[in-house]
Protein backbone atom coordinates (compact mmCIF):
# COMPACT_ATOMS: atom_id res chain seq x y z
CA UNK A 1 0.00 0.00 0.00
CA UNK A 2 0.96 3.64 -0.52
CA UNK A 3 1.18 6.18 2.12
CA UNK A 4 2.05 9.87 2.07
CA UNK A 5 2.90 11.60 5.18
CA UNK A 6 2.69 15.53 5.56
CA UNK A 7 4.43 15.69 8.58
CA UNK A 8 3.57 20.06 8.91
CA UNK A 9 -0.09 20.60 9.90
CA UNK A 10 0.49 24.64 10.20
CA UNK A 11 3.06 26.70 8.64
CA UNK A 12 3.44 30.63 8.19
CA UNK A 13 5.17 32.48 5.83
CA UNK A 14 5.27 36.44 5.56
CA UNK A 15 3.90 37.78 2.24
CA UNK A 16 6.46 38.17 -0.14
CA UNK A 17 9.12 35.49 1.59
CA UNK A 18 9.41 31.76 0.60
CA UNK A 19 8.10 29.12 2.22
CA UNK A 20 8.79 24.61 1.77
CA UNK A 21 6.35 22.30 2.36
CA UNK A 22 7.87 18.52 3.57
CA UNK A 23 6.17 15.64 1.93
CA UNK A 24 7.31 12.30 1.90
CA UNK A 25 5.63 8.72 0.88
CA UNK A 26 5.94 5.21 1.14
CA UNK A 27 6.21 2.95 -2.18
CA UNK A 28 7.38 -0.19 -3.75
CA UNK A 29 6.42 0.97 -7.25
CA UNK A 30 8.69 2.53 -9.71
CA UNK A 31 6.89 4.37 -11.97
CA UNK A 32 4.17 7.02 -10.84
CA UNK A 33 2.77 10.25 -10.27
CA UNK A 34 3.31 13.07 -7.57
CA UNK A 35 1.08 15.74 -7.27
CA UNK A 36 0.49 19.10 -5.18
CA UNK A 37 -3.10 20.02 -4.61
CA UNK A 38 -4.15 23.64 -3.29
CA UNK A 39 -7.48 24.15 -1.48
CA UNK A 40 -8.62 27.48 -0.28
CA UNK A 41 -11.41 28.42 1.56
CA UNK A 42 -13.78 27.85 -1.70
CA UNK A 43 -13.06 24.12 -0.94
CA UNK A 44 -12.26 23.36 -4.59
CA UNK A 45 -8.94 21.34 -4.81
CA UNK A 46 -6.74 23.08 -7.35
CA UNK A 47 -3.82 21.14 -8.88
CA UNK A 48 -0.32 23.66 -8.54
CA UNK A 49 2.06 21.34 -9.83
CA UNK A 50 2.80 16.81 -10.65
CA UNK A 51 6.24 15.54 -11.37
CA UNK A 52 6.65 12.27 -13.08
CA UNK A 53 8.94 9.61 -11.08
CA UNK A 54 10.15 8.96 -14.21
CA UNK A 55 11.86 12.59 -14.98
CA UNK A 56 14.95 13.59 -12.88
CA UNK A 57 14.20 17.19 -13.70
CA UNK A 58 12.53 19.22 -10.93
CA UNK A 59 8.71 20.78 -12.18
CA UNK A 60 8.34 24.00 -12.13
CA UNK A 61 5.67 26.28 -12.36
CA UNK A 62 5.93 29.95 -12.08
CA UNK A 63 6.54 30.67 -8.40
CA UNK A 64 5.96 26.98 -7.18
CA UNK A 65 8.94 24.63 -7.73
CA UNK A 66 9.65 21.24 -6.18
CA UNK A 67 12.34 19.45 -4.59
CA UNK A 68 11.80 15.66 -5.81
CA UNK A 69 14.41 13.15 -4.31
CA UNK A 70 13.08 9.66 -5.37
CA UNK A 71 15.91 7.63 -3.67
CA UNK A 72 14.72 9.36 -0.59
CA UNK A 73 11.01 9.51 -1.72
CA UNK A 74 10.52 12.70 -0.97
CA UNK A 75 8.93 15.79 -2.52
CA UNK A 76 8.62 18.95 -1.36
CA UNK A 77 7.26 21.82 -2.50
CA UNK A 78 9.05 25.57 -2.41
CA UNK A 79 6.41 28.54 -2.87
CA UNK A 80 8.52 31.74 -3.62
CA UNK A 81 7.32 35.34 -3.22
CA UNK A 82 4.11 33.91 -1.23
CA UNK A 83 1.20 35.89 -1.83
CA UNK A 84 -2.07 36.84 0.37
CA UNK A 85 -4.08 34.29 -2.22
CA UNK A 86 -1.56 31.26 -1.66
CA UNK A 87 -3.32 30.71 1.50
CA UNK A 88 -5.12 27.45 1.82
CA UNK A 89 -4.36 23.86 2.56
CA UNK A 90 -1.78 22.16 0.85
CA UNK A 91 -2.16 18.20 0.09
CA UNK A 92 0.81 15.71 -1.91
CA UNK A 93 -0.95 13.18 -3.54
CA UNK A 94 0.61 9.41 -5.33
CA UNK A 95 -0.80 8.23 -7.97
CA UNK A 96 0.60 4.83 -9.36
CA UNK A 97 1.32 4.86 -13.18
CA UNK A 98 -1.36 2.01 -13.71
CA UNK A 99 -3.44 3.29 -11.45
CA UNK A 100 -6.81 5.41 -10.46
CA UNK A 101 -6.63 6.13 -6.72
CA UNK A 102 -4.98 8.85 -5.48
CA UNK A 103 -3.37 8.71 -1.97
CA UNK A 104 -3.07 11.91 -0.11
CA UNK A 105 -1.14 12.95 2.78
CA UNK A 106 -3.09 14.67 6.05
CA UNK A 107 -2.40 18.27 4.61
CA UNK A 108 -0.53 21.20 5.34
CA UNK A 109 -2.78 24.80 6.15
CA UNK A 110 -0.36 27.67 4.65
CA UNK A 111 -1.00 31.20 6.28
CA UNK A 112 0.67 33.99 4.07
CA UNK A 113 1.05 36.92 6.85
CA UNK A 114 0.54 40.76 5.30
CA UNK B 1 -16.22 27.95 -13.75
CA UNK B 2 -14.86 24.61 -12.88
CA UNK B 3 -15.75 21.95 -15.04
CA UNK B 4 -16.81 20.04 -12.30
CA UNK B 5 -20.31 21.10 -10.30
CA UNK B 6 -21.82 19.72 -7.19
CA UNK B 7 -24.75 20.28 -5.12
CA UNK B 8 -26.04 21.16 -2.80
CA UNK B 9 -23.06 23.11 -1.42
CA UNK B 10 -23.99 22.41 1.74
CA UNK B 11 -26.38 19.32 3.91
CA UNK B 12 -28.15 19.02 7.26
CA UNK B 13 -29.68 15.72 7.47
CA UNK B 14 -30.92 13.63 10.36
CA UNK B 15 -30.18 10.39 10.86
CA UNK B 16 -33.37 8.68 9.38
CA UNK B 17 -33.29 11.14 6.60
CA UNK B 18 -32.61 9.95 2.61
CA UNK B 19 -31.07 12.83 0.46
CA UNK B 20 -28.59 12.58 -2.42
CA UNK B 21 -25.44 14.40 -3.57
CA UNK B 22 -24.64 15.26 -7.25
CA UNK B 23 -21.68 15.98 -9.37
CA UNK B 24 -21.91 16.69 -12.59
CA UNK B 25 -18.93 17.16 -15.26
CA UNK B 26 -18.90 18.47 -18.78
CA UNK B 27 -15.20 18.11 -19.58
CA UNK B 28 -15.57 15.23 -21.55
CA UNK B 29 -13.70 12.75 -18.69
CA UNK B 30 -14.97 9.42 -18.58
CA UNK B 31 -14.27 8.20 -14.87
CA UNK B 32 -15.74 9.89 -11.62
CA UNK B 33 -14.62 9.63 -7.95
CA UNK B 34 -16.26 10.18 -4.33
CA UNK B 35 -14.05 11.43 -2.06
CA UNK B 36 -14.56 12.04 1.60
CA UNK B 37 -12.25 14.70 3.14
CA UNK B 38 -12.63 14.42 7.21
CA UNK B 39 -10.19 17.18 9.55
CA UNK B 40 -7.12 16.03 9.88
CA UNK B 41 -7.22 12.60 8.13
CA UNK B 42 -5.83 12.23 4.50
CA UNK B 43 -8.81 11.83 1.94
CA UNK B 44 -10.41 8.62 1.51
CA UNK B 45 -11.46 7.39 -1.59
CA UNK B 46 -15.30 5.87 -2.08
CA UNK B 47 -16.18 4.75 -5.11
CA UNK B 48 -14.59 5.06 -8.58
CA UNK B 49 -16.63 4.88 -11.60
CA UNK B 50 -14.61 3.92 -15.00
CA UNK B 51 -16.81 4.49 -18.27
CA UNK B 52 -19.93 3.96 -16.08
CA UNK B 53 -18.86 0.60 -14.41
CA UNK B 54 -18.58 0.96 -10.83
CA UNK B 55 -14.17 -0.55 -10.47
CA UNK B 56 -13.87 0.14 -6.87
CA UNK B 57 -15.37 0.66 -3.55
CA UNK B 58 -13.43 0.75 -0.71
CA UNK B 59 -15.68 -1.23 2.07
CA UNK B 60 -17.54 1.75 2.20
CA UNK B 61 -20.95 0.93 4.38
CA UNK B 62 -23.94 0.33 2.25
CA UNK B 63 -25.70 3.70 4.03
CA UNK B 64 -23.59 5.33 1.00
CA UNK B 65 -25.16 3.75 -2.47
CA UNK B 66 -23.60 5.41 -5.73
CA UNK B 67 -24.78 6.12 -8.67
CA UNK B 68 -23.42 6.19 -12.01
CA UNK B 69 -26.56 6.92 -15.18
CA UNK B 70 -24.47 8.67 -17.93
CA UNK B 71 -20.18 9.54 -18.42
CA UNK B 72 -21.46 13.23 -17.11
CA UNK B 73 -23.04 12.40 -14.00
CA UNK B 74 -22.10 10.75 -10.39
CA UNK B 75 -24.89 10.84 -7.46
CA UNK B 76 -24.33 9.59 -3.90
CA UNK B 77 -27.56 8.34 -2.28
CA UNK B 78 -27.25 8.96 1.09
CA UNK B 79 -29.58 7.12 4.03
CA UNK B 80 -29.67 5.89 7.68
CA UNK B 81 -26.79 7.84 7.73
CA UNK B 82 -24.20 8.76 11.50
CA UNK B 83 -22.98 11.28 12.77
CA UNK B 84 -19.28 10.66 11.81
CA UNK B 85 -20.18 10.87 8.35
CA UNK B 86 -20.25 14.41 8.83
CA UNK B 87 -17.58 15.63 6.29
CA UNK B 88 -17.17 17.45 2.76
CA UNK B 89 -18.05 14.92 0.08
CA UNK B 90 -16.03 16.00 -2.98
CA UNK B 91 -16.13 14.66 -6.82
CA UNK B 92 -13.42 14.15 -9.21
CA UNK B 93 -13.27 13.32 -12.68
CA UNK B 94 -10.38 12.37 -14.74
CA UNK B 95 -9.79 11.57 -18.78
CA UNK B 96 -9.39 7.14 -17.99
CA UNK B 97 -5.90 6.11 -18.10
CA UNK B 98 -4.56 9.30 -17.75
CA UNK B 99 -4.60 9.72 -14.48
CA UNK B 100 -1.40 10.98 -14.24
CA UNK B 101 -2.63 14.49 -15.32
CA UNK B 102 -4.59 15.17 -12.32
CA UNK B 103 -8.10 15.37 -11.42
CA UNK B 104 -10.39 17.85 -11.60
CA UNK B 105 -12.57 18.18 -8.49
CA UNK B 106 -15.67 20.30 -7.78
CA UNK B 107 -16.30 22.38 -4.65
CA UNK B 108 -17.63 19.88 -2.25
CA UNK B 109 -20.66 19.46 0.00
CA UNK B 110 -20.14 19.96 3.25
CA UNK B 111 -22.59 17.43 4.72
CA UNK B 112 -23.72 17.57 8.70
CA UNK B 113 -25.82 14.50 10.43
CA UNK B 114 -27.43 15.32 13.57
Known amino acids: AQTVTQSQPEMSVQEAETVTLSCTYDTSENNYYLFWYKQPPSRQMILVIR??????QNATENRFSVNFQKAAKSFSLKISDSQLGDTAMYFC???????????FGTGTSLTVIP | ETGVTQTPRHLVMGMTNKKSLKCEQHLGHNAMYWYKQSAKKPLELMFVYSLEERVENNSVPSRFSPECPNSSHLFLHLHTLQPEDSALYLC?????????????FGSGTRLTVV
Open chain 1, 93 to 103: AFLKNTGNQFY
Open chain 2, 92 to 104: ASSQNGQGGYGYT
Open chain 1, 51 to 56: QEAYKQ
